[in-house]
């Protein structure tokens, strides 16, 4: 099968049809993912809080980062896959940040990098200009940029005009600087309604919201909430499966076979002796 591009999505955000997006951070789980039909795989650097241990995203390494998108570029095959530069990956300087970003495609064999950008974003936009002149593919990432919560103070709804939340203007003219610099698409996390809708209608490339509402242009959600493993459930979230619940079903079964001597049979046993 032929890998997905971003003419692809393009093709697909111009028919109208809401892009789906979700994240997945090794093998298994994006082979599954590929396989139910998903338009773009993020590896975001939520990897750090559902897959890593950490208590957030802040102590994600480069190179735990690169290792999960090659994981997930090894278990599929045609899939669009999005890998999330993480905290001071970039931004420290335009070169280090370029030659990061291109690790990911050159390395990893991802097919394009996000990078959270705080609001008006001057240093993290012209990071992104410089990689899409190069020709490394960007998703931008405004609104919620967990990397600057102790900048931000918590997990805050952005575009709200308060102390803990930026202005709607400026999430617009962020998102716009973005795609001017070329990004081909823009996420949208933990956003006003009214003012994710002020940024699809202001932007020509898709925005992909979380916590955005209705009025984007397609949405993106963490694999281990949808499918109920190991975390909490959100509001902004739909948990559609409880692997949790199956998982100790299946280990607890599994503990009680073998205590009770019901696993392994002969038919798990190589030449088995015959005890009749
Ligand atoms: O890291 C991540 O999973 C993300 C999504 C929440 C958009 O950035």
Redesign the pocket.
Same mark, same amino acid.
């Given at each position: 099968m032929a890998p997905t591009t971003i003419p692809d999505i393009y093709e697909t955000y111009e028919e109208g049809v809401p892009l789906t997006m979700l =994240?997945a951070y090794d093998a298994p789980i994006a082979w599954q993912v590929e396989a139910a039909g998903v338009d773009m795989i993020?590896v975001? @650097?939520?990897a750090g809080d559902n897959h890593l241990g950490y208590d957030s =995203?802040l102590p994600v390494t480069l190179e735990e980062a690169l290792s999960n998108p090659a994981a997930v570029v090894r278990g599929t095959e045609e899939a669009f896959v999005v890998a @999330?530069m993480p905290f001071l990956s970039y931004g420290t300087s335009l070169s280090e940040s370029v030659e990061n970003a291109g690790r990911f495609l050159k390395e990893a064999g991802a097919d394009a990098v996000?990078l959270e950008t705080a609001p008006y974003g001057e240093t993290t936009v012209e990071v992104v200009d410089r990689c899409t002149e190069l020709g490394i593919p960007v998703q931008g990432?405004v609104g919620l940029t967990p990397q600057r919560e102790k900048e931000i103070g918590g997990a805050y709804v952005q575009g709200r005009d308060t102390d803990t939340s930026t202005t709607g203007d400026a999430l617009v003219e962020t998102a716009e600087r973005l795609e001017d610099a070329g990004a081909f698409s823009v $996420?949208l996390?933990t956003v006003s309604e009214g003012v994710a809708k002020r940024v699809t209608d202001a932007l020509e490339v898709p925005t992909i919201g979380?916590g955005a509402g209705r009025y984007v242009d397609g949405q $993106?959600l $963490?694999v281990s909430d949808v499918l109920g493993l190991g975390g909490e459930s959100y509001s902004l979230s739909k948990q559609y499966a409880d692997l949790d619940a199956e998982v100790r079903a299946a280990v607890s079964e599994y503990i009680e076979e073998v205590r009770s001597g019901a696993f392994p049979t002969a038919e798990n046993a190589f030449d088995p002796i015959d005890e009749a």
């Open positions: =994240t993020l975001g @650097d939520s =995203t @999330d996000k990432h $996420v996390e979380i $993106v $963490v």
